[in-house]
């Protein structure tokens, strides 16, 4: 099993910032397959960041530029930098991991960004 504990959402003005943070524990020994998704009311789960099972990043095109995926492997921690935020980038955030070919999920945390 695998536990994944998410933090750092809240409400910021567009243009702003935010950080958001996903400690991992349980069967888990790599960061790889690690990232992030978001869910808007109304919308599909989508993806925002990940690292891949090589270690690389892989971001959404809407947040390219904007957005930073990191890790310390020390903590089992990703985190998630969000810059210049926009009101299309409200949502719901999920942490997730892949280990052993099953995908587990955080509780989420809202992010709102007001314009």
């Known amino acids: 099993q695998v536990q994944l504990v998410e933090s750092g959402g809240g409400l910021v003005q567009a243009g702003g910032s935010l950080r958001l943070s996903c400690a991992a524990s349980g069967s888990i020994f790599s960061t790889n397959n690690m990232g992030w998704y978001r869910q808007a009311p109304g919308k599909q789960r989508e993806l925002v960041a990940t690292f891949t099972s090589g270690g690389s990043t892989n971001y959404a095109d809407s947040v390219k530029g904007r957005f930073t995926i990191s890790r310390d492997n020390a903590k089992n921690t990703v985190y998630l930098r969000m810059n210049s935020l926009k009101p299309e980038d409200t949502a719901v955030y999920y942490c997730?991991?892949?280990?052993?070919?099953?995908?587990?999920w955080g509780q989420g945390t809202q992010v709102t960004v007001s314009s």
């Open positions: 997730s991991a892949r280990v052993a070919g099953l995908y587990y």
